[in-house]
């Protein structure tokens, strides 16, 4: 199995365990969809997310995809995709 590596991996598994587990609250006026479909959308810090699944879904998950923060300026001072409101959507 591919493994990935970057400069400071050792250092971020280190403190990844250190972030304590949490329990994730489904709020149901929010959901949408078939409930059973075993599908999440799930808000929050990623880290936090990913240690509240690991329990669960350690061995069994062949994909996750994290959208990263956009137009925030709050983690990524550097990254602006021009994004403009479309019909009706103004993002945060």
């Known amino acids: 199995m591919p493994i990935l590596n970057w400069l400071t991996r050792d250092e971020d598994i280190r403190t990844a ?7 994730l609250e489904e709020v149901p006026d929010q959901s949408a969809g078939d409930g059973g479909a075993g599908n999440m959308l799930i808000q929050g810090d990623n880290l936090e997310a990913l240690k509240a699944l690991l329990p669960f879904y350690a061995g069994r998950v062949k994909c996750i995809y994290i959208d990263p923060p956009y137009n925030t300026r ?8 021009s994004r403009r409101s479309v019909s009706g959507f103004n993002p945060p």
């Open 17 to 23: 365990q250190h972030v304590p587990y949490r329990l």
């Open 74 to 81: 709050s983690a990524f001072e550097h990254y602006d995709d």
